[in-house]
Structure formats: C-alpha cells, structure tokens
C-alpha cells in the first residue's frame, strides 16, 4: 500500500480531517503534516511540507487541501518532481494518474463537498499511471523544471 501524505490550510481544516479517517478506511497509512487548528496559515507552507515528502518517499501520493485548490497547487508544482492536479471530479482525479502520472491531488474545500471529495481521493489513489506513450511527455515536463 502506497504512503500518503496529506496537508491543508485553515479553509480546508474539517476537510482534511474527514479524508484522514476515509483514506485510513482504504488502507493506505496517512502522515497530517498540518495545519492542526483553524488559525489563519500560509498555504505554501502546507504545499511544500507535502511536496517535498512526496518527493522523498518514492512512490508515495499527496493530497493538498486549501479553499480552492489552486494555491496549494501552484505551490506544490514549484517543487522539482512534483505533478500537483487541483481537481473537482473524479474523471480528472484518474486521468491525471494513468495520463499525467500526478503524485499531488489539490481539492478546494470551499469547491466540493465531502462525498466528492472522498470519491476524487479513492480514484486518485487507487489508479496507476499508464506509461507508455504518455512517459515521453511526462519527461517533457520534468524538463521544464527550473527554466
Ligand atoms: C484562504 O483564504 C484561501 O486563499 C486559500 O485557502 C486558497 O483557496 C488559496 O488558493
């Protein structure tokens, strides 16, 4: 089972606590890097705690939670190796797995409700990336890194 790691700012704080005991329920084993309270925080800071444990866990999956989903996003895919999807529905949740190889899930609290939310996540973590025809253009966009 995959590791995950998952992080929120005070938008999404109820959110990410739910998803913590569903993404359990699934079997993965989760690491909260925060935020813990719903004091006002930086999402980037969230961002890159998760991105850059992502990045060091090889095979592992992250899930980023803010208002929208876009600044943790944003933040994440600064990080080299990093391919963070703000996501709403699950069609996209899988296809940014088997086509992107995505390995950060961003979801807006503020966008989508818990069930949705909970069903991006299962579909985000239970599919694999294609390769194939689709690794040409992954290595594209590690290329681009730090241009
Ligand atoms: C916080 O108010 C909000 O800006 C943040 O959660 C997020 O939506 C940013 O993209």
């Known amino acids: 089972m ?5 992080g929120c700012d005070h938008a999404a704080l109820e959110m990410k606590n739910m998803l913590i005991g569903h993404v359990n ?35 592992s999956l992250g899930i980023l939670i803010c208002g929208t989903g876009i600044g943790m996003s944003i933040a994440a895919n600064k990080v080299k190796g990093i391919r963070a999807a703000a996501v709403s529905e699950v069609y996209s949740a899988k296809m940014t797995r088997l086509h992107n190889d995505a390995n950060i899930v961003c979801l807006g609290a503020r966008v989508i409700g818990p069930e949705t939310a909970k069903m991006i996540v299962e579909a985000f973590l239970s599919t ?14 590690s290329e681009m890194e730090g241009i």
């Open 2 to 6: 995959k590791n995950v790691y998952i």
């Open 25 to 59: 329920s699934l079997g993965y084993s989760v690491t909260d890097v925060g935020t813990y309270t719903s004091d006002s925080v930086d999402y980037p800071v969230y961002a890159k705690k998760v991105a850059l444990a992502v990045r060091e866990d090889e095979g």
């Open 128 to 141: 694999e990336y294609e390769g194939g025809r689709h690794q040409r253009r992954v290595d594209m966009i």
